[in-house]
């Protein structure tokens, strides 16, 4: 327990927080002293903590405790819920389980519980629910995200690692320091920076936006939505059409070559295939030049402007930032790629304040100059099933077993579904087209989530398994990209019946008879400890000390001290090539790669290409409008979304739409009024506001609001009854959330 004199701590994704608790109730989350630029986010959970949308007790639904697995089927989202104990709640679990694996092998089970959980070390749900299935033979498993499926496979092709770069972006310092122009594709969202993955200490990205604009740094905004880019810089706004900003860098980067003003000493020297790329440029390989009329055409930028960009980009220092959003659409390896390539022409890659950088912003570690530590983590074990899907694949898994599939080179089949079970995830709200996951949704026999709300995920369950929320239980923040670890206090006792997910899992381990070689014999605490000596072993060795175990938890929290220079990314690579080679075949930049060219997808082949997307509005039917359904700036997804913070601003209870006064004006529909948005896919409802920082044509609606059906409408307003549900391309099969055509009619 925290020392009685110091302040109760709490961190999440969104921040750290000092909890106040009276009578055994948290009554309020104040912003953690060292953070200049706390997120609203942490006080919607205050209200909802143990109010009526808490899951207090195990619960299973109605049809499936009488007639078993396989009955509930599409009665999952109508029939009710039962309340059993912990005890009967762990035989089922213990009994299906059993079934399954016995009658279907453990890769009929589905738990690639896609998500992002809390923040917290050691009870974060997946690492959790991985390592309990791997000691009864493992499951069926998901790759990459869907924050950027298709860069982290497209990208270690190209510059041999993703996560590797995101991690040592050039660092916000670098930025005020040296760049002079920053072109930033997706704009450089700062309601996305409120987030970083396994908790945030103090908010960086307005600071560093704004200590760069007060530089002398010029930005310019390429998005549909002015906002992405915060009033104060004052960027120059260049509202393309969406999904078209391939089109755009293939031009800019067509006049640097025909005005020669490429860096050809760094073609030469750090990149492969320049010629290949250079030959469909300049339309040699398909008769069609990526000129800047060309290109007009498609993203609807004028030519002119798109010449003067180039010419800009290529006299001094730029910075190209990707917004996460670009590769979140059809042919989402392509933006990417196009402006990896780009930047390799302007020849400023690993130069302070130049080069690329994958979206600024986006998190709050990207260009936050920190240590990245080495920490342990709660291991998980071996899956000994080979079956994967690529995790925006879940429906096609669901819904067509034995059905094969693309991805990365090779071919692959979906494997026979009939237990699935989430925890730290919520799949309605990820997914796309969620109607034909619903459908899909009805398969298996079984489903089983862990939850602490009743939020849709929980609702389409058969066994829910109430959780605790980090407020409930002792853990750490602890992670390599966020300079603060926290210690999380344990600030009230667990709600109702709540159990933590690692005292759920521990409870259906002694069922099964798997309990010693899911705890190893330790404790929650114990665990901790262990997590905290390793780190602090780990740390030793990159010379950087951690305090022990007991000085940790008297203060609360540690900062780790940045490293002296700015981080540059690709620096080392830059300085010496030989040295520090690429891990890509050639260990260079692959503007051509031979590794995808030999895997023949005629939809990602061997360099950048434009290739329209499946819905986009150079191809609409009238009266179509491109719907952005991006991050939400009042939560994280669907977290908190019956937050006091996140209903604030829904006070009609239906999600706000963003829609220009021109198209609103075009279908006669005014300010506040309640909308039908709807195409093939499904409907959901909004509430109009209007604004004309978004390019007409355009509407956008936060991802976020907890699916509420009827029929195939959503009455609260997730967009996700609307997007399509298609992969980026054979090569990553990433999500396209950021493609999708819809109508908008008053209700
Ligand atoms: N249309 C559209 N769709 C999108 C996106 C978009 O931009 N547009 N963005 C996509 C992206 S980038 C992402 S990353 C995904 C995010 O999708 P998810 O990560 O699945 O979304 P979250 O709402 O964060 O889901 C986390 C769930 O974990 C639960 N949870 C929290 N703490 C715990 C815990 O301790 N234990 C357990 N068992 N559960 C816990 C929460 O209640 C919540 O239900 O959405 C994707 N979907
Ligand atoms: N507050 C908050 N912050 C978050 C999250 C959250 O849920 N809430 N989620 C976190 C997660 S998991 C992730 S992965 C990141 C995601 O980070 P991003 O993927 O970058 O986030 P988005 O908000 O979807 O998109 C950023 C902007 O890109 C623009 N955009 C969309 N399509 C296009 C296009 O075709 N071309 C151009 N040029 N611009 C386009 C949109 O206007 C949008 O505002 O955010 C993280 N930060
Ligand atoms: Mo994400």
């Known amino acids: 327990m925290p020392d009685d004199k110091r302040d109760l701590l709490t961190s999440s994704h969104w921040g750290t927080y000092r909890v106040e608790v009276k009578g055994g109730r948290v009554t309020a989350l104040r912003g953690f002293e060292e953070d200049a630029d706390p997120s609203p986010i ?4 205050v209200d909802v903590l143990d109010g009526p949308t808490r899951i207090t007790a195990p619960m299973v639904r109605e049809s499936w405790l009488e007639g078993g697995p396989g009955t509930a089927g599409d009665r999952r989202s109508v029939d009710g819920f039962v309340a059993v104990t912990w005890a009967e709640a762990n035989r089922l679990v213990a009994e299906e389980l059993t079934r399954v694996r016995r009658d279907h092998g453990n890769s009929a089970i589905y738990a690639g519980s896609y998500g992002w959980a809390s923040a917290g070390r050691f009870h974060h749900a997946q690492s959790q629910l991985k390592r309990f299935l791997n000691c009864i033979g493992g499951c069926t498993s998901s790759k990459n995200t869907y924050s950027f499926a298709a860069a982290e ?52 990205q307005k600071a560093g936006l704004l200590a760069a604009h007060e530089a002398g740094v010029r930005f310019v905004n390429v998005s549909p939505l002015a906002s ?45 295939g320049f010629d290949r790329f250079a030959a469909y440029l300049n339309g040699q390989s398909d008769g069609v030049a990526k000129t800047p009329d060309w290109a007009a055409a498609i993203c609807d930028i004028p030519a002119d402007t798109i010449r003067d960009l180039a010419r800009r980009m290529a006299a001094g220092r730029t910075m ?14 392509q933006p990417f790629w196009a402006a990896i390539a780009l930047a390799a022409m302007l020849g400023q890659i690993g130069l302070p304040g130049g080069g690329i950088g994958f979206g600024y912003s986006a998190m709050n570690n990207n260009g936050l100059n920190r240590t990245p530590i080495n920490f342990a983590s709660f291991p998980q074990g071996q899956n000994p099933v080979p079956d994967f899907i690529p995790v925006a694949r879940v429906t096609d898994l669901l819904g067509n077993p034995g059905g094969r599939f ?43 989530a862990n939850e602490w709300c009743w939020n849709a995920l929980a609702r389409h369950a058969d066994i829910v398994l109430p959780c605790t929320t980090p407020l409930e239980r002792s853990d750490l923040a602890l992670t390599p990209k966020d300079p603060y670890q926290v210690v999380m206090d344990r600030a009230i006792a667990p709600v109702g019946e709540a159990r933590d997910d690692h005292e759920i899992l521990r409870g259906i381990a002694a069922e ?24 602090r072993q780990q740390a030793a060795e990159q010379d950087v000390t951690l305090p022990d175990w007991d000085s940790f938890q008297r203060e609360g929290w540690i900062k780790v001290p940045p490293p002296e220079a700015p981080t540059i990314m690709l620096e080392a690579f830059r300085a010496d090539p030989e040295s520090h080679p690429l891990a890509t075949p050639s260990g260079r930049i692959e503007i051509f790669s ?40 009042n939560k994280l997804h669907s977290q908190l979304d019956h937050g006091s913070v996140s209903e604030a601003d829904r006070p009609k209870g239906v999600e706000p739409l963003t829609m220009h006064p021109e198209d609103a004006a075009a279908r006669g529909l005014v300010e506040g009024q309640i909308v039908r948005l709807h195409n093939a896919r499904g409907a959901c409802r909004a509430e109009l506001r209007l604004s004309k920082a ?40 990433g999500p396209i959330a950021h493609t999708c055509l819809v109508w908008v009619e008053a209700e």
């Not at 895997?599 to 290409?609: E, L, N, Q, T």
């Open 42 to 45: 942490g006080q919607g959970i």
């Open 153 to 204: 496979v497209l990208v270690p092709h190209v510059l041999g690692t993703f996560r590797g770069h995101l991690d040592t972006m050039t660092s916000w310092e670098s930025v005020a320091s040296d760049c002079e122009l920053f072109v930033a594709f997706g704009g450089v969202p700062l309601k996305n920076g409120q987030i970083s993955q396994g908790g945030t200490g103090a908010h960086v």
């Open 228 to 272: 992405d880019v915060m009033e104060a810089v004052g960027a120059e706004w260049l509202a393309l059409r969406p999904n078209t900003d391939v089109a755009l860098m293939l031009a800019l980067a067509q006049v640097v070559l025909t005005e020669g003003l490429e860096d050809r000493a760094f073609l030469d020297r750090y990149t492969v």
């Open 320 to 333: 190209i930032s990707t917004a996460y959003a670009l590769t979140r659409q059809d042919h989402g390896e």
């Open 406 to 448: 693309d991805y990365d080179g090779q071919s692959y089949t979906y494997p026979d579904i009939r237990l699935v079970w989430w925890a730290g995830g919520n799949p309605f709200h990820h997914h796309q087209d969620l109607n034909r996951m619903r459908r899909a949704w009805a398969r298996p026999e079984t489903i089983i």
């Open 512 to 535: 099964m008879g798997v309990e010693e070689a899911f705890t190893e014999g330790k404790s929650a605490e114990e665990w901790q400890r262990w997590i905290w000596d390793v780190s």
């Open 594 to 633: 031979e590794t995808i060219a030999g895997f023949g997808y005629d939809d990602c082949p061997g360099h950048p290409v434009w290739q329209e997307p499946a819905e986009w509005l150079g191809q609409a039917g009238p009266g179509a409008l491109h719907l952005i359904s991006n991050q939400p700036a």
């Open 694 to 733: 978004i390019r007409p044509g355009v509407i956008q609606m936060a991802t976020g609001a907890w699916y509420n059906p009827e029929g195939e409408m959503c009455r609260r307003g997730n967009p996700n009854v609307l997007t399509l549900d298609k992969g980026t391309s054979r090569l990553a099969q």
